[in-house]
């Protein structure tokens, strides 16, 4: 116990430690929430840089629509309309699924535009070559442009995934109890709220942190000397 | 449809606060920018340090921990009252603050160092090298990626929701609990949020013209009186 205001003890590190093993393992709920998250986000993100390029506009205008209708709303917004909306048509999802969904599908916009900025960094004779050897249009995606096109991006991947990560506390709004709805929970519990949200927001910072610096680094490997 | 408009007025009242939580945390998120941004090019290490905590600490955590924090834990450990308006204003602004951090450091890293070298030739003093040369040159790489920020800023706007503060969001979550009518309430309000981004997409599309006036040379249109900028 030290800092005190008011008579009051501020701070308990014996609370701290109580409550710290029930924080970890709201951890793991983070953890899936974000490795779910983000395959959906980088497998969906993939498909829509995709056919946002197709040569059909009927299939090209919608997708970018789409983009910029999620990309230009609140994630929190969206995750109540599947959480809410959704079983009025008979599709009831549990808050962990519309979470991951929410998250998947709104990363996805912005994974969408890294994987765009990778597919236009092909030089535009990768594309001449393809259609000189007769390649049809799957191969020239799968053989020629994407290996070339996403070794570059995986770092700025690789940052959506982190900032995912920090997201996953909205899942709380619609009763996910990851870390942060674990502390809120213990906070409205106990009336002690200070060693709940700051030991949250420390683990954030240290688990996110050193993933930044992994990247920083593989970014300058990956940079263009 | 006139379903849809009934629930129109309540919702407004909720865009009132969105609206008055995105511009007071446009001021304040570029104040945080700019603190930070030329604090990571101080000259004095602690300084530099400083900044460079302020940054990682907030790019390092979820903006929805940090208002918490600063709404509930904060009043705590120093006896003091925070309003929801301030915390929410607060935190959403030092988030985008500390990304913004970055891009100023950058815009500034990126003027070319001729132009100092020039203004230490002319015996300009350090600050007026900054406010003359350097900063209205940056300005202009920097608008673009600060109205990314503002439609992130005004997306978490959102979160104040949830410390009690009646914007959009959580006038949705009122109407939708008194009526049920969910799809409809959804639908509007990611509209309405649909619209405030685009508002700000467009007013950052104006500034960027009026910022780079005079500066297309070899552009082929009538070129206007150069202002100064900002």
Redesign the interface.
């Known amino acids: 116990m030290i800092?005190q205001?008011?008579g009051e003890v501020?701070w308990s590190w014996e609370f701290a430690a109580e409550i710290l093993p029930q924080l970890l393992v709201a951890l793991r709920v983070t953890f899936q929430a974000t490795v779910l998250g983000s395959a959906l986000a980088i497998t969906l993100g993939l498909v829509l840089a995709v056919l946002r390029r197709s040569d059909s506009r009927a299939v090209s205008l919608p997708v970018g629509g789409f983009i910029e209708?999620i990309?230009?709303?609140?994630?929190?917004?969206?995750l109540?309309?599947l959480f809410?909306?959704l079983p009025?048509f008979g599709l009831t999802l549990s808050g962990m699924t519309a979470g991951v969904l929410g998250l998947g599908v709104h990363y996805a916009t912005y994974t969408s535009e890294v994987y765009r900025a990778g597919i236009e960094g092909v030089p535009k004779g990768q594309w001449e070559a393809a259609t000189a050897l007769n390649l049809s249009n799957r191969r020239t995606w799968t053989g020629v442009v994407l290996p070339q096109a996403i070794p570059k991006v995986v770092p700025a991947l690789g940052n959506y995934v982190i900032a995912m990560f920090?997201?996953?506390?909205?899942l709380?709004?619609i009763t996910v109890i990851e870390m942060?709805g674990q502390a809120?929970r213990i906070?409205s519990r106990t009336f002690r709220?200070?060693e709940a949200?700051?030991l949250?927001?420390l683990l954030?910072?240290l688990l996110?942190?050193p993933c930044?610096l992994l990247l920083r680094r593989l970014e300058a490997r990956l940079a263009p000397r | 449809m006139a379903e849809v408009l009934q629930f129109l007025p309540t919702l407004l009242l909720g865009v009132r606060v969105t609206v008055l939580v995105t511009v007071l945390g446009m001021i304040f998120s570029v104040v945080f920018a700019l603190l930070g941004g030329l604090g990571r090019l101080s000259k004095r290490r602690p300084v530099r340090w400083l900044a460079g905590a302020y940054i990682e600490v907030f790019r390092g955590t979820s903006v929805l921990v940090q208002m918490f924090w600063l709404f509930y834990v904060f009043p705590r450990l120093f006896d003091i009252e925070l309003s929801p308006l301030f915390a929410g204003v607060l935190a959403l602004s030092m988030n985008v603050g500390a990304y913004g951090s970055e891009v100023v450091r950058g815009a500034i890293l990126a003027v070319p160092k001729g132009q100092t070298e020039a203004a230490i030739a002319c015996n300009f003093s350090p600050s007026q090298r900054l406010r003359r040369i350097v900063l209205p040159q940056a300005v202009v790489a920097m608008l673009p990626p600060f109205g990314n920020l503002m439609i992130e800023l005004l997306k978490g706007t959102a979160l104040v929701s949830l410390i009690t503060l009646s914007d959009l969001t959580f006038m949705a979550q009122q109407v939708r609990a008194l009526t049920g009518a969910t799809l409809q309430i959804f639908t509007i309000v990611l509209v309405l949020y649909f619209v405030m981004s685009y508002a700000i997409t467009l007013g950052v599309r104006f500034l960027e013209r009026r910022v780079s006036v005079g500066r297309d040379v070899g552009r082929h249109m009538p070129q206007p009186i150069p202002e100064p900028v900002a």
């Open positions: 800092a205001a008011g501020v209708f990309r230009s709303t609140p994630l929190l917004v969206q109540y309309f809410f909306v009025q920090k997201e996953t506390p909205l709380a709004a942060f809120d906070a709220n200070v949200f700051t949250v927001g954030f910072l996110s942190y930044v």
